[in-house]
């Protein structure tokens, strides 16, 4: 759900719920909202994010366009948030797994481009490997919210884990270098359960099997 007058603010409705999504970009970043926490797109520096210029829902998917504004900034980004249904893991109202997938793009001759995934830890962060993909699952519990950060091989070999303190587990993608033209992506996963139910092993394995077995969207 979007509204045309106020670009930066839209909605994902399941049930009664309603999960909330800022998205102007700049300092405050892209944040996936639930409850009073949030799990956030954010710059790797002082440098802010490109701002938001453009949204559009097409079917289930949330559009965002971020482009390159002056030459302060290295790159501009789009993203496209959309829900993904799975047969391992049972969403419901509190309950539900999104893609994230963002798309870099530079203008510069040459830019090593970060955006940083930045989820908060209350008390504990874990991290498991699958297939012999190190990083490939990044789990955090922060009262009443659990998440599952899911790496596909793309993407966890070049994503660093970045010290955030004990608060926020902080994972910096992309940073490899790029040249002007090229269009770079990420796709991580995200499981987000607002009640606090552990999120189990097995079911997040299978969904990072799944994740790893499906093509990249072209758009």
């Given at each position: 759900?979007?509204?045309?007058?106020?670009?930066?603010?839209?909605?994902?409705?399941?049930?009664?719920?309603?999960?909330?999504?800022?998205?102007?970009?700049?300092?405050?970043?892209?944040?996936?909202?639930?409850?009073?926490?949030?799990?956030?797109?954010?710059?790797?520096?002082?440098?802010?994010?490109?701002?938001?210029?453009?949204?559009?829902?097409?079917?289930?998917?949330?559009?965002?366009?971020?482009?390159?504004?002056?030459?302060?900034?290295?790159?501009?980004?789009?993203?496209v948030i959309r829900p993904?249904?799975?047969?391992?893991?049972?969403?419901?109202?509190?309950?539900?797994?999104?893609?994230?997938?963002?798309?870099?793009?530079?203008?510069?001759?040459?830019?090593?481009?970060?955006?940083?995934?930045?989820?908060?830890?209350?008390?504990?962060?874990?991290?498991?490997?699958?297939?012999?993909?190190?990083?490939?699952?990044?789990?955090?519990?922060?009262?009443?919210?659990?998440?599952?950060?899911?790496?596909?091989?793309p993407d966890a070999p070049?994503?660093?884990?970045?010290?955030?303190?004990?608060?926020?587990?902080?994972?910096?993608?992309?940073?490899?270098?790029?040249?002007?033209?090229?269009?770079?992506?990420?796709?991580?996963?995200?499981?987000?359960?607002?009640?606090?139910?552990?999120?189990?092993?097995?079911?997040?394995?299978?969904?990072?099997r799944a994740l790893a077995?499906?093509?990249?969207?072209?758009?």
């Amino acid at each position: 759900m979007t509204a045309p007058n106020r670009i930066g603010i839209a909605a994902w409705q399941s049930g009664d719920c309603v999960w909330r999504i800022k998205a102007h970009g700049g300092r405050d970043g892209i944040r996936l909202l639930f409850a009073d926490q949030d799990l956030a797109l954010l710059s790797s520096n002082d440098q802010p994010l490109p701002t938001l210029q453009e949204q559009f829902v097409r079917g289930q998917e949330l559009h965002l366009s971020y482009p390159q504004q002056d030459q302060g900034c290295q790159f501009g980004f789009r993203v496209v948030i959309r829900p993904i249904e799975l047969d391992s893991i049972t969403t419901d109202e509190q309950l539900a797994v999104f893609e994230l997938l963002i798309s870099v793009q530079t203008t510069l001759l040459d830019a090593h481009p970060t955006i940083d995934l930045v989820s908060e830890v209350g008390s504990g962060c874990r991290v498991d490997s699958v297939d012999g993909i190190a990083g490939a699952i990044h789990s955090t519990e922060s009262a009443p919210n659990q998440t599952a950060v899911l790496l596909g091989p793309p993407d966890a070999p070049f994503t660093s884990e970045i010290s955030g303190g004990d608060d926020a587990l902080r994972l910096r993608l992309f940073g490899e270098f790029m040249e002007k033209g090229v269009i770079r992506r990420a796709r991580p996963w995200v499981i987000i359960d607002r009640e606090g139910r552990p999120i189990d092993t097995d079911e997040a394995i299978t969904a990072w099997r799944a994740l790893a077995a499906s093509p990249v969207p072209l758009t």
